[in-house]
Each structure stands twice: as structure tokens, then as C-alpha cells.
């Protein structure tokens, strides 16, 4: 935090001070006026502040943050209108240091003007020469006092410090001309320092700095006594010009709105100063000169005269007409001033005689009276005049600085500003700290010790800690560890001192709420800066002396001691920062870190009243990430929810005007510390007013103001390039807008900044932030023509950038060829080109009105590009996110760096949240969708077909109707890509989430869509052709069963005929007997029908070697080696074939063999899996089953690179799946022959042949019967059916509903949180060992504990859906005219064929001589149907949900397994899973690797676990050798060489990776034992970590708030 003087906020407090005091209320004040009299004439004041719209700031004073705000009227070129316009148009100019503010007038709006004749008529000279005077204008004094009587001390002490850059007089005395009191404005010039070189300091070419108001400097007065024909301000200003410089110091009658009447200024004394430059032709003044002046007459203002000649040297009074007596004059002979005459003899009222009885009265010297007359030109008179200032100067030794007239004025009664209560109990708070400052350098050792040496220690140890440059040959993790102890000493040492007494001093006085906080530190700025100015001064001296010796030695001591001596409240604020850190290393409870908590609030309180926050410690090159962060935490806390920023920041060479241009465009004052430029980089608020809210969608501006690059003083040491980068890269990386900053006569310096920037720029830009916005600043071009002129130099510029792009794209290996690739930039309109910022030569130079002109367009432009990328602007909690992020990238070793912040993180996660929701939703329809489709095709040919084909059975029409179902999937499939990628299209156009940052992840969602679309047609058609194949297959089947049940049919009609005609009543053991005897003989006859069994192993052997014909010879040798039935009987084994194979895994520690192994275990497992879910269905073999397989087997071969071109692997692998699977395919086909065999079947139907012959020999009632069966053997299993195919997709549904299933990063957060709380390392060894499998079971086990509630909320839903159809088809089948119950049912079939699948097995049995009536089944159907629905939901919530998982089609375990296990693909290093969302991304990414060790890794010569980490190793200059490599070492940093398709990014924090620090510790033995090596060296910091840090590194790495 640093102290400025720029936007404190203080207007919100009750108490005013300084000038407020002194101004009672006009409205309120009594007995002055006479009765009657124009209210104009009572109260000018009152009257003048109602014109100027000041009125209410007459009590409740303007401040800086209201006047500093951006609003509409700040940024309009739109001219003042009305008399209250005036005021915010002098402001709006002084605080850009623009020196035409004063000429200030309201251009009235045409239809206003006076165009009553428009004749040429010459006659009505007259009545032109009155329309052109304007009673209405305001004289700019008026103007200027209403304003310092307006605003509160800081407003007063920024506006006269913006005066005197212009070289405007400022005001001395200040008016208040209804109370008739004035007040010296001692605290309003307290801001002014100025510099100057009087003749004694030429030759040396030394100077002199010093506030204004302690010099001890001569003052000349200038008054006037009654009416004066002389222009005494116009004379004034030709006084302190000369030939090269022509001054408008005094406003007079000449200049615009000077000759308008002064209503409230007269009585005002202006006050500025003349400072010579050391140069005797230029100087009109050799020796500093203080000139004050008296606006009115001294005979209406005695207290002004009797105050100017108490503290002047001498005063100098114009006048016309003098009076004899002059009671004035000779009442003030005995005051130290000298006092001189000046009159006009061409004045009418001048008599001599007058004259000279009061120059005899005060005894002057004729030198004291000079007198114009016709034969001297106004150049003689004032070069007289000037002789007779020096005179008096050489003459007097009246000297006084204006601290000390604060004496005269309480003499005189005249109120001071600064005696309020407020200012001078600050006053004494800060005196008290900066009165014990002698030795700068022992004081910040003594008085603020954390920010010294220990705090350049902790930051050192930092950045190693990321980079990891002195390691050598130390083990990573033990040397990081050490690191982390050494910090952890140093925090120990900062807290073993007690706070300072400065410091406590200084946090006590800014705790006070209010005004005396804002006093207290501008004292503490402006004592500072005299401290630091009085020593840089004396050091500089020194360095002169040294330089003459050529003593390089104490040149360079003397050098580094004027490094260090500025000392500036950001010293104290930078101190109390880490306080404020070490303090958090400290227990929760330890009563020293809770005293400290409030000190973040307390600079988050500071920010908002406008002081600009230290970002950057400039001497550390470091940012106190923790302070900065709870600092700015507290901050969005305070203004939420009105907490939207966009940031500007400027870059550039040192010393070229940085600060400069940001305080003179926005009107603000960074703090620089006395004698230095800016060192590090420094934050502040502006407020952004209602007005223009709406159109930058944001509620502050953020201003960044930043250390030049290429310093003098960093440029001797080795890491100052690296320093530029850190800074150059963090400060664009937080901007919304950066103005790079050229001076021309740095420009030999550009080449290099413009290389780190196109860096920086290409960074962000690789990180999704949007292409950055980028002004280019040329100053100190005055020329007009500039713009045209340097056309070329653009067209030369943009070339470099050009080159310097492909550089900077090739050394971070990035496809980039223009700078406009990666940033927003135009030749035309992003090139600004600014005159020199003095008019003249400095000290009385004032600012060139062209530099602020063009610096105001500049302005404007930058807000009209802050309109545009309004959309995309931060809260402050965003920009402190990005911000920690950024700078953790920084501080790793290179800038050829990618990062992934937690804001990067959070969008991207949103993203895959997303793009998994939609993916689903596009499953989901397409798993209806082939439900709906396998029902049709189960439905072929049967009474459900609604294509009324069951008449026809030639398997063309199956062929037809699957081209059609093929044919409707596509376009099913085509709809659904378009639909995601539609949703993704929407998604990128939304401005919320931070999009824009995962942006770069957009072609790989779309990639993945286009996959998933391919994978899901690939499993469709699959599942279409296996149904297909299944279909044909049983209607085989069924056509048996029909030809047979038509002939047992006819038998048994016959048998009943039979038995009818002997007109003899059987009983029904007879009718047993003769119905056994029909049936024995009839089944004989028949039982030759059947299906033969096929060989499954000749089927599948031949899909296999269609698989493997593509892999040549070699492999077809070795399927001929041995049969498939041979194959898949033992546990497959890998074993490395080869001498080099051999020899490798000697070298690897059998590494190569343990991965193929594990590998190869997988794929069986999964393989295994899929052939169990086959044989649950029970259905016949198909070989689209195989085929299913054998592509499986592929795909992960071709994610595995150990063994993705080991053909002999592959074909044993294969072999070995395809045999076993050929044996238990083999087995359910035989099982489905004998279930489905027509004899069997057949013998199943005796019992309903014979019920059913009864019933019918003895004619009775079916219905309840029929309708019964019905109910029981079809519908019923349809419908369990149907909700078993449609359950798994609900299961599915609901689970991802669950934040764990959203992503795989939440996924693998929820797996890894889980295991700690099992606390058990059987847990971890199957997670290590066998992570799918584990994986698998955990899914499943959060299934069963997702669903062992016993709701059956979607069983209800489908149950309910199939009733209602059921219904629906029974009053269809009502409707329509059927002959009998068969022709009935199937209506009922046929208008179900969509959704159920009705058992012909169960059809036809209850079709077996059915003579049931059909009105009166119908009617039972409905009923059985209810008594049905009520039976299912009490089955549904007997269930459990194990059970209703092995019968579903889609099995939630295994879909929600490949969602979230992704790619499949592992950390090369250390296995740890891919996170990368989407399906077919190119890269693979982990959020947390783990030490080697746990992958089996080990030291060769010490056979220890290792313990480095990954994403430390990428950082290291460590190296490693595996497969990939040959054996060959090959450094870490060049890993992608051998992984290109691995971001394995350095670890964020020192803490990401504490999880598997924690394991590893605490399980070292076990893991040892597990891989049969020895225990590792465990880092003692390791042992250290808590089960709850642990979980928190969780958190952090997988970014879960």
C-alpha cells in the first residue's frame, strides 16, 4: 500500500476542517443584510455558488474520489452550456494539468443566440457592438475561489498543485466575502515541491528541492490602492517573462473572462513564484522569488495589505489617485516591507503633490516611486519595474517561507487551514514516527526489519522452490523439502520481533476511521519525502566527489545506498504486509495472529478512499501473495455486488513518463518515492459513475502503474531481463488495456522491450485470455504531421512485432506469424504520438497545452476500446485469482511457460460439466432411440409388427428393415452431433463463466462431438446387427414352434370330435388317458425338428484372423501355432521375447514387463466383462459380439504405448481373450439351443393343450382364464422387460446429477477424498495395483448407496407409461371389429409393437385353442391389468437394487466408468489418470501427479523407492531413461520429445502435490513391501503433513471451492 494524494475519500465525514470551518452557511448568517436589498446584493456568495451549481458542496465538500470518477461529462467534448457547467469544465481541464483550463465560458445553444436582424444595414453598428458583450460571463477567479471554498483539503491541495504545473498563481489568502474572513492556504501548498537553480549553483550544476512552503524565500507584494488605469496582473506577467517565455500568470482584463466583474475574488491573494534555471540570458530573476497578489482594493481589504506587509519583502502599490493623509499607507511605515509606488501620469486623478507628501510621510526613496508616462512603452516601464524588484531584493533580508506566516495570520486574525483538530493531531502522530528517522538505512533496519534481508531471502527461496535451479544432484523432493524448512525459519524469525514502535504507532493512526486518516498519511508522505530528499541529496553530493576520483569501490557503495535510502509510506505499508504473512504461520489460535486479522480490511478500507495498493515490492521482485490476496478478498467483500473492474496499466523504459501520463490522463498521483521512479508496481481505484456504468459493464477502473523496464540500477545484475519479464508479463496478464510507453529518445531501448512484451502477450494469449488490447505511446513528437509522417515507421513497427512473433512463437513452439495473431493492434489507430510534456524550460515552464490535449484523446480512446471488451470485465475476486495464478506461472524458471489457473480451471470444468450434460442427454435419446429399434426388430413378423409382414419370413425383409433402421440411426445421430455442437456454438457466445478463457478448448469439444457420433454409430449398428442376427435366428425357432402348435392344434380339435361323437359322458380321467395317448404319438411324429449346434470356435477364429489380416505374415504364422480351443484356459502371462527385450528389462528393473502385464490384465478384465453381459441375456451367439470385442482390444492398444507395435502381444492377447470368450459363447449358445428346443418346448405346453381340450370338450367360459394368461404370460414380462431396458439410463442420469460424476477432475477428487477416510492400505494397493477394477467397484458401490433407499421413482414412471399404453391398445382393439379373442389380442400386440415385446413363445401357448369371449375378456384384460401394475410396484420396492442392476440392458457401472475414466491414457511418469474432457483431445493432462515411487519406480543403485514428483521433475535439470527413450537419459525438461501428447504442468503450489506426499509417508513401508524394493528417504517435511493438509492440497489441485 502507498500512500497518494489522488482519490482519498474523506466527504463522508460529519467534521469539516481547514477551510470548512472558516465558511459558515450564507443561508444561516444574520444582522448583515438591509431589508429589501436584491438577494444578489446580500449574498454574492451565496448567489454565485446557486449559478455554479456548487451549492452543496458549500457544506459537504467536493472530494477527490467524486472529482476523479469517470463519468459521461469527463470524457464529452461537449462545451459548457450553463453558468453550473463551469466549474466541472475547469476541473476537468486543471486535473489533466491542461493550461487553457481558466478560459472558461458557456458557448449558449444556437437557437440562444442573438439573430433578431439579420439585415446588413451599418446603420445597427450599435446594436452589434452590444450583442457582443455578455453581461452573463463569469470572471475565472470567481470561478476558482467558489471552487477551493467547495472542496475539502485534498481536493484544495491537488487543485493548487495541478495550478502550479500550469504555472497558475495559486491562492494565499482565500476569501469568503459574506463573512469578510480569510484563510491562509498553508495546507493547500503543501503538496508543491519545486526545483530550481540559482546563479550560485551553475557552474556546479547543482539544484535545489524543497516544498514550497518551508522555503525561505523573498516576497513581492503587488496591491492596489483605489482605481488604477494600470493593468497591474497584465504588468505582472510581463515582469516574469522574458523573451523565450511569454507567462499568462495573472488572469487580467485582456484575457477571456478577465474583464468580466469579480463578485466573490476580490480580497483573494494569488501567490506563485519565480525559480531561475542557472541561466543568466534565460533568467529574469538570478535568486528564487516568491510573488503574491492582491485581487481589489487594500483600502476594502486591510487585513490582506496589513498581512502582505508583515511578510513580504516589499509591496508594491498601483494607484491613480492618492491621498494626501493616506491613513493606508503610513499606518503599515513601521512593518518590514519596503513599500513602492507605482501610478500613471497619464491618469487624469494623479497629483504630484500628493505623491509626494506621502513618500515624504514614509520616508521613500525616489527609486520608490516610479511613475509611467506617454514617452515610456509598456517593455521600458517593466524592465524599470524589474530593476526595481531586484533592488528590493538585494536591499531586503526579509525572508519567509509561508509555514511561518501561519504566525502572522493568527496575529492578524486570519484563519489557517490547517488548524483543525483532525490535521494537527495527525500532524503529531506522524512527527512522532518520522522525528526518529537519522540514518535511513539503520532505521528500516531497526524500525521495519521483515521487509529487509529476510524478506529477499523468503522470496529467493520462492521462486527456487519452482525452479529448481541449484538442486544439482540433490534428490528433488528432499531439497524442496529443505526449502520449505528454511521458510519456514525465516517466518520463525520474522515473528520472533516484536512490532516496532513506528509500526505500532503507524497501524494505530491509520485504525482511526475517517479524515484523521487521511491527514495522518499524507503527513507521513510529505515527511517521508523531506527525509528521503535531504539524504538522496547528501548521498548525491558524495557521488559527485567519488566520480571525480574515480574510486569505483565507494562509487558502488554509494550506489546501493541510493538504492536504498528512499523510504516512503509504502515502506510501512509493505511492512505491515508481513507482519501480516509471518503472522499466518502462526496457530489459528495464537492470540499475536488474531490481533492482526483487521489489517487487511484496513488497506481494503484505504483503497476504496482512493490509495493505491503495492502490487509488486519493486525491491524484492516479489508480489506477498497472501496479504494482496486477503486484501483485495476484503475489498469485494465490501463493494459486492457492484465489484466489476477492468484494469489499464502502462508499460515502458525507465523514465520515459509513465506515472506522468497515467496522473495527468486520470488525474490521479502515484506515489514515487523522493529522488526515484517508480520501483515495483502500484494498484488504484477509480469509481465509475452511473452514467457510463451501463456502457463498461463495470462499477472501477483499475489503474496499474509499473517500474520501467531496462532500470539503470537492475541492469547490473545477472537476473534483470528476468526481472523485466516477470514484470511485463504479470501486469498485461491482468489488463484489460496496456499502453506501451515510447520515448523517442529511448528508442534504441525499444527492440528489447518489445520483445518481452511480444511475449508476455503471446502468453496470454496461450492461456484463453482474450487478445489483449495494446495503445502505443510515442512521446515527445510535437510535429503535426507526425501521424502521416511516420507511416512508414508504423508500417517498420509492426514488422518487427511481426518477427518478433515468429521468434517468440518458435522458442514456445506455438504456430504464430503476426503480431495481430495474438493480440488487438492496428498501425492506424493504435499509435499515439504526444509533444513533449513542458512548454519551455523547467522551472518556469508550464505544461504544453498540446501534451494534455493529446493526452485527453488518448483518454477517450481508451475508454471507447473499454466499452467494447465491457462484456468481459472481472469482479475483483476473478482478477485476484487470475492474479495469484499468474504470478506462481511467473515464478517458475523460464517464460516459455503454460499455466492453468484455478480461474482456467473453474471455466473449464463448467465447460466439461456441460459438454458431459449434453453428451449425455445425446446417449440418453440415442439409447431410446435403439431400444425403441431392437423392439421393432424383436417385433418383426409377429402379431406386435406393424408393418404387417408376420405372413412373410424370407430374410430380405429382415435385411430391408435393418437398412432402414441404419438409415434412421444416421440421421438420428446427425441430428444429435448438431444439437451438441449447437449447444457448445451457444455456450462460446455466452460472456459469462470467464468463456473466453477455456476458448482454446473449443476445437477439441467439437472434435469429440464428431467422435462421439462415430463411437455411437459404431455401437449402434453393432447393436441393431446383433439383434438382427438374434432375431433371425429365433424366428427360426418360432416357425418350429408354430408349424407344431398348428398341428397339435388340429389334433386335439379332432380328438374332441371324436370324444363327442360316442354321445357318452368321459369323465376326466378319460379324457387324461385319450389326450396322453394323442399327445405321445403326435410329439413322436414331430420331434425331428430342430436346430443343430454350430461351432462357435470356427466362427470366431475366423473373425479374429480377420482382425489380425491387416498385421502381415507374422502374425498369421503365429495364430496357425496353436488352435483357439487351446487358447484361454491358463491366466495370460506376458513375457518379453528377444535378446534386446531381455537386456532391456535387466536394465528397467523388469518396468517393461510389469506395465504390459498390467496392461494386458485390463483389457482381459474388460473383455471378460462384456461376455458376462452377454450370457445374461441368454440369447443365442451372434458375432457382432466378437466383433464388439476384438475393436475394444484394438482401442486400447492403440492407447498404449508399451505395446502398441508388439504384434507378438497382440496375437496372444487376442488369442487368448477370443478363446475363452469362444468357450463361454459357446456354452450360451448350447444353452439356448436346449432352452429353446421344440421338443422341450412342446413338452412345456402339455398341461395348457390338455386344460385347454377340457375346457372345450366341456364348453367352458375362458375369459378370466384367458385373460389372466394373458396378463401373467405376456404383458407382464414385456413390462419388466421394458423397464429393465429403460431403468439403466435413469440410474445413469441421476448419478451424474451428483457433483463427483460431473467431471473427471471432480471424479477423481471424490475417489482420492474417499480413500483417506478408509484409512487403509489394502485400499490404496488396489488403487494403485488395479485402478479400473477399483474404480469399477467404487462406481458401483456409490450406485448401491445412491439407490438403496428403496425409492422407485423410475420403475413407477415406466410402469405407469406402459399401463397407460396397455390401455390405450385395449380400447384401440375394442374399437376395432374382431372376429375372436386372437384377432383381439393381436390389435393389442400390434399397437404395443413399438414399445413392448411380446414372448411368441407365451403368445402362442395362449393362443391354443382359445374360444374365450371377446367382449367379456376385454373387460377382464382391464382388470388383470390393474391387479398387474399394483404387483409390479410392490415387486419394484422389494427389489433391491443389486438385483435390478443385473438385469438392466445399459449397465450404469460401465457407462459411467468410461464417461469419467476418459481416454484411459496415464501420466508416463507416474500413471497418475488423464483429466481432459471431451473424447478426442490431443493432449492429456493430470490435475495432481504423484511421487514416482508409487508407480514402482525405484532408485537402480540404492534399490529405494523414489520419491520425486513429476510436475517438480519438468522444472529440474534431472533426467530419465525408459523404453521411449531406449534406455538413453534425456532430460526432464524436454519430455514432451518423448510424450508430445503430456502437459504435465510444474506444480502450482508448493502444496498441490501433499495428498501423495501424506500416502507415500505414511505408507513407505507397505509400498516397499508391495514392490519388493526398499523403503525411500522420506523428506523430513513430508512427515510433517496432517491428514487435514493433505485434503486441502485435494482441494487446491483440483480447484473444489
Known amino acids: 500500500m502507498a500512500e497518494s494524494v489522488s482519490a482519498m475519500d474523506c466527504s463522508n465525514e460529519d467534521e469539516h476542517y481547514g477551510v470548512s470551518d472558516s465558511l459558515p452557511d450564507p443561508c444561516c448568517e444574520e444582522g448583515k443584510n438591509t431589508p429589501g436589498a436584491p438577494e444578489s446584493d446580500q449574498r454574492p456568495l451565496k448567489s454565485l455558488l446557486k449559478e455554479l451549481g456548487l451549492d452543496p458542496h458549500y457544506r459537504e465538500k467536493l472530494s477527490l474520489s467524486t472529482l476523479l470518477r469517470i463519468e459521461e461529462k469527463t470524457i464529452s467534448d461537449e462545451p459548457a452550456k450553463c453558468n453550473s457547467d463551469l466549474p466541472w469544465y475547469f476541473l476537468k481541464k486543471l486535473m489533466m494539468v491542461n493550461v487553457t483550463a481558466r478560459n472558461v465560458k458557456c458557448t449558449p445553444a444556437p437557437h440562444e443566440s442573438n439573430c433578431q436582424d439579420h439585415t446588413d444595414d451599418l446603420d445597427d453598428l450599435d446594436v452589434l457592438d452590444e450583442s457582443t458583450i455578455s453581461g452573463d460571463e463569469l470572471n475565472p477567479l470567481d470561478i476558482i475561489t467558489a471552487l477551493f471554498l467547495c472542496s475539502d483539503g485534498f481536493v484544495q491541495q491537488e487543485m493548487a498543485l495541478k495550478m502550479s504545473m500550469c504555472q497558475f498563481p495559486v491562492p494565499l489568502l482565500l476569501p469568503n466575502c459574506d463573512t469578510k474572513q480569510c484563510t491562509l492556504m498553508l495546507w493547500a501548498m503543501r503538496g508543491i515541491v519545486k526545483k530550481y537553480r540559482p546563479q550560485s549553483l551553475s557552474q556546479s550544476k547543482g539544484f535545489i528541492e524543497e516544498r514550497i512552503v518551508v522555503s525561505e524565500l523573498p516576497m513581492i507584494s503587488f496591491v492596489r490602492l483605489g482605481k488604477c488605469s494600470l493593468s497591474k496582473s497584465e504588468i505582472l506577467n510581463k515582469l516574469l517573462s522574458n523573451s523565450q517565455q511569454n507567462h499568462k500568470t495573472f488572469v487580467h482584463s485582456d484575457m477571456e473572462g478577465g474583464d468580466s466583474p469579480r ?157 483543525s483538530s483532525d490535521c494537527q493531531t495527525a500532524r503529531k502522530k506522524a512527527d512522532a514516527i518520522t522525528s526518529e528517522i537519522q540514518d535511513i538505512l539503520e532505521y528500516k533496519e531497526s524500525e521495519l526489519p521483515l521487509q529487509g534481508q529476510i524478506w529477499k531471502e523468503l522470496t529467493r527461496l520462492e521462486k527456487e522452490e519452482l525452479r529448481l535451479r541449484k538442486i544439482w544432484s540433490e534428490n528433488i523432493e528432499k531439497y524442496k523439502s529443505n526449502l520449505k524448512l528454511q521458510k519456514k525459519e525465516l517466518r520463525e524469525k520474522q515473528n520472533s520481533h516484536d512490532m516496532s514502535k513506528a509500526m505500532t504507532r503507524f497501524i494505530d493512526a491509520i485504525s482511526i476511521p475517517g479524515i484523521q486518516r487521511c491527514y495522518f498519511l499524507k503527513w507521513m508522505r510529505m515527511n517521508l519525502d523531506n527525509v528521503s530528499r535531504e539524504k538522496l541529496f547528501d548521498l548525491g553530493e558524495q557521488y559527485k566527489e567519488k566520480c571525480k576520483n574515480s574510486d569505483n569501490k565507494e562509487i558502488k557503495k554509494i550506489e546501493q545506498q541510493l538504492s536504498n535510502s528512499s523510504l516512503g509510506t509504502e515502506h510501512f505499508f509493505r511492512e505491515m504486509g508481513q507482519i501480516y504473512e509471518a503472522s499466518l504461520s502462526l496457530a489459528e489460535t495464537d492470540p499475536a495472529r488474531q490481533q492482526l486479522q483487521h489489517l487487511p480490511k484496513l488497506c481494503a478500507e484505504l483503497m476504496l478512499s482512493g490509495f493505491p495498493l503495492e502490487l509488486v515490492d519493486g525491491e524484492a521482485s516479489n508480489i506477498p501473495l497472501r496479504w494482496v490476496t486477503d486484501v483485495l478478498s476484503q475489498l469485494n467483500d465490501m463493494v459486492s455486488p457492484k465489484n466489476k473492474i477492468l484494469v489499464v496499466t502502462v508499460l515502458g523504459v525507465q523514465s520515459t513518463g509513465k506515472s506522468t501520463l497515467l496522473n495527468n490522463m486520470f488525474g490521479v498521483q502515484f506515489a514515487v518515492s523522493s529522488g526515484r521512479c517508480t520501483r515495483g508496481a502500484f494498484m488504484l481505484l477509480i469509481k465509475i459513475n452511473e452514467d457510463v456504468r451501463k456502457d463498461l459493464n463495470c462499477d472501477f477502473m483499475v489503474i496499474i502503474d509499473t517500474e520501467g523496464l531496462k532500470s539503470p540500477e537492475l541492469a547490473q545484475l545477472d537476473n534483470s531481463y528476468e526481472h523485466d519479464n516477470e514484470l511485463a508479463t504479470l501486469v498485461v496478464g491482468l489488463s484489460d488495456i496496456t499502453i506501451i510507453n515510447i520515448a523517442m529518445e529511448n528508442s534504441t531501448e525499444m527492440k528489447d522491450i518489445l520483445q518481452i512484451v511480444v511475449h508476455t502477450f503471446l502468453r496470454m494469449k496461450e492461456v484463453g485470455k482474450k487478445k489483449p488490447k495494446v495503445q502505443f505511446v510515442h512521446q515527445n513528437v510535437s510535429d503535426v504531421s507526425a501521424h502521416d509522417k511516420n507511416r512508414r515507421d508504423r508500417k517498420l513497427l509492426l514488422e518487427q512485432l511481426n518477427k518478433m512473433t515468429q521468434a517468440a512463437a518458435k522458442m514456445e513452439k506455438k504456430g504464430y506469424s503476426s503480431f495481430t495473431d495474438v493480440m488487438e493492434y492496428s498501425p492506424d489507430t493504435g499509435n499515439w504520438y504526444i509533444p513533449g510534456l513542458w512548454n519551455g524550460n523547467p522551472p518556469m515552464a508550464p505544461v504544453n497545452a498540446g501534451y494534455s490535449e493529446v493526452v485527453y484523446e488518448l483518454k477517450k480512446n481508451i475508454i471507447h476500446i473499454l466499452r467494447s471488451c465491457g462484456s468481459s470485465a472481472n469482479n475483483i475476486s476473478t482478477f485476484t485469482e487470475w492474479m495469484k495464478s499468474l504470478w506462481t506461472a511467473v515464478k517458475h524458471e523460464n517464460f516459455i511457460f503454460s499455466f492453468r489457473n484455478s480461474l482456467v480451471a473453474d471455466a473449464y470444468m463448467r465447460l466439461c460439466t456441460q459438454i458431459n450434460k449434453w453428451e449425455w442427454d445425446f446417449k440418453k435419446e440415442m439409447y431410446t432411440w435403439v431400444t425403441q429399434a431392437e423392439t421393432r426388430i424383436s417385433n418383426f413378423g409377429t402379431a406386435a409388427d406393424k408393418s404387417n409382414k408376420s405372413d412373410k419370413s424370407d430374410k430380405s425383409d429382415m435385411r430391408e428393415l435393418l437398412k432402414l433402421l441404419k438409415s434412421e440411426a444416421l440421421t438420428e445421430l446427425q441430428n444429435g452431433k448438431q444439437k451438441l455442437l449447437g449447444n457448445l456454438k451457444q455456450y462460446f457466445k455466452e460472456t459469462g463463466g470467464n468463456v473466453y478463457l477455456v476458448e482454446g478448448y473449443r476445437q477439441q469439444f467439437e472434435n469429440s462431438a464428431k467422435s462421439l457420433r462415430g463411437e455411437m454409430e459404431r455401437s449402434v449398428f453393432n447393436q441393431l446387427t446383433a439383434s438382427s442376427d438374434i432375431r433371425k435366428g429365433r424366428k427360426e425357432l418360432d416357425q418350429i414352434q408354430a408349424n407344431q402348435t398348428k398341428e397339435l392344434e388340429g389334433r386335439v380339435c379332432a380328438l374332441i370330435a371324436k370324444c363327442r361323437k360316442t354321445n357318452v359322458k368321459m369323465t376326466e380321467e378319460e379324457l387324461d388317458k385319450e389326450f396322453d395317448k394323442m399327445w405321445t404319438k403326435t410329439v413322436n411324429e414331430l420331434s425331428g425338428s430342430k436346430m443343430e449346434v454350430e461351432d462357435i470356435f470356427t466362427r470366431v477364429s475366423h473373425r479374429l484372423r480377420a482382425n489380425l489380416s491387416t498385421k502381415g505374415g507374422h502374425a498369421n504364422c503365429l495364430l496357425n501355432e496353436k488352435s483357439l480351443e487351446q487358447c484361454g484356459r491358463l491366466p495370460f502371462k506376458y513375457t518379453a521375447e528377444g535378446i534386446f527385450k531381455r537386456l532391456k528389462d535387466l536394465v528397467s528393473a523388469q518396468s517393461h514387463t510389469k506395465a504390459v502385464q498390467q496392461t494386458a490384465d485390463s483389457i482381459i478384465t474388460a473383455c471378460s466383462q462384456i461376455v458376462s453381459e452377454r450370457m445374461k441375456r441368454k440369447s443365442n451367439y451372434c458375432d457382432a459380439y466378437i466383433e464388439e470385442i476384438l475393436n475394444m482390444i484394438d482401442e486400447k492398444l492403440r492407447n498404449n504405448p508399451n505395446v502398441g507395435k508388439d504384434i507378438p502381444f497382440e496375437v496372444s492377447l487376442k488369442q487368448d481373450i477370443c478363446g475363452d470368450a469362444a468357450r463361454r459363447f459357446q456354452k450360451m449358445h448350447e444353452d439356448f439351443l436346449r432352452e429353446n428346443d421344440p421338443h422341450r418346448r412342446l413338452n412345456e405346453n402339455k398341461e395348457t393343450f390338455c386344460s385347454r381340450f377340457k375346457d372345450v370338450f366341456y364348453n367352458v367360459d375362458q375369459r378370466q382364464k384367458k385373460a389372466e394368461e394373458f396378463t401373467d404370460r405376456c404383458l407382464k414380462p414385456a413390462v419388466e422387460d421394458f423397464v429393465n431396458r429403460s431403468l439403466g439410463p435413469d440410474i445413469i442420469g441421476e448419478m451424474k446429477t451428483s457433483e463427483q460424476f460431473s467431471t473427471r477432475m471432480s471424479f477423481q477428487y471424490s475417489l482420492l477424498l474417499d480413500l483417506t477416510s478408509k484409512d487403509d492400505f489394502k485400499e490404496y494397493r488396489r488403487f494403485i495395483c488395479s485402478y479400473e477394477t477399483y474404480v469399477k467397484e467404487w462406481i458401483l458401490n456409490k450406485i448401491v448407496e445412491r439407490f438403496s433407499n428403496g425409492s422407485t421413482m423410475f420403475e413407477d414412471n415406466h410402469l405407469q407409461s406402459c399401463i397407460h399404453s396397455i390401455n390405450n391398445a385395449i380400447q384401440k382393439a375394442k374399437t376395432e371389429k374382431s372376429d375372436n379373442v386372437k384377432s383381439f389380442v393381436e390389435v393389442v400386440c400390434q399397437e404395443l409393437g413399438d414399445k413392448l415385446v411380446i414372448a411368441q413363445k407365451a403368445l402362442g401357448a395362449f393362443n391354443i385353442l382359445n374360444n374365450a369371449n371377446q367382449k367379456q375378456f376385454a373387460n377382464r384384460l382391464t382388470e388383470c391389468v390393474k391387479e398387474m401394475e399394483l404387483t409390479l410396484k410392490e415387486k419394484f420396492k422389494k427389489t433391491n437394487i443389486q438385483t435390478k442392476l443385473q438385469n438392466l440392458h445399459v449397465n450404469p457401472q460401465n457407462e459411467l466408468f468410461n464417461t469419467l475414466i476418459g481416454c484411459g491414457k496415464a501420466c508416463p511418469f507416474c500413471r497418475a489418470p488423464c483429466e481432459a474432457g471431451g473424447t478426442a483431445h490431443t493432449e492429456h493432462f493430470a490435475s495432481l501427479h504423484r511421487p514416482s515411487g508409487l508407480a514402482g519406480s525405484r532408485w537402480i543403485e540404492s534399490e529405494k523407492l523414489h520419491i520425486d514428483i513429476c510436475s517438480s521433475s519438468v522444472s529440474s535439470d534431472n533426467r530419465f531413461k525408459c523404453s521411449e527413450t531406449n534406455d538413453e537419459f534425456h532430460p526432464y525438461k524436454r519430455y514432451k520429445d518423448i510424450f508430445p501428447d503430456w502437459i504435465i504442468k510444474p506444480d502450482a503450489s508448493l502444496e498441490a502435490s501433499d495428498y501423495w506426499k501424506y500416502v507415500m509417508a505414511k505408507y513407505n513401508e507397505q509400498l516397499a513391501e508391495l514392490f519388493y524394493f526398499k523403503p525411500a528417504d522420506i523428506p523430513a517435511a513430508w512427515n510433517e503433513i496432517t491428514l487435514e493438509q493433505a485434503e486441502e492440497s485435494l482441494k487446491e489441485s483440483y480447484h473444489i471451492k
Open 263 to 419: 463578485r466573490i475574488s476580490n480580497g483573494l491573494v494569488e501567490m506563485t513564484w519565480y525559480l531561475p534555471c542557472g541561466n543568466e540570458n534565460m533568467d529574469v530573476f538570478s535568486e528564487p522569488v516568491a510573488v503574491a497578489n492582491l485581487r481589489g482594493d487594500i483600502a476594502s481589504f486591510e487585513t490582506q495589505f496589513a498581512f502582505l506587509c508583515q511578510t513580504s519583502a516589499a509591496v508594491f502599490v498601483f494607484f491613480d489617485a492618492l491621498d494626501s493623509e493616506c491613513e493606508l499607507l503610513t499606518n503599515h511605515q513601521h512593518h518590514k516591507a519596503q513599500i513602492f509606488l507605482v501610478g500613471n501620469r497619464e491618469s487624469k486623478d494623479l497629483k504630484g503633490n500628493a505623491v509626494k507628501k506621502v513618500a515624504t510621510k514614509l520616508r521613500l526613496k525616489k527609486s520608490n516611486i516610479l511613475l509611467k508616462d506617454k514617452n515610456i512603452n509598456d517593455a521600458d516601464f517593466v524592465k524599470d519595474l524589474r530593476e526595481r524588484v531586484s533592488n528590493a531584493l538585494e536591499n531586503s533580508k526579509v525572508k519567509m517561507g509561508i509555514e511561518k506566516m501561519a504566525d502572522v495570520a493568527h496575529e492578524l486574525r486570519i484563519w489557517v487551514d490547517e488548524d
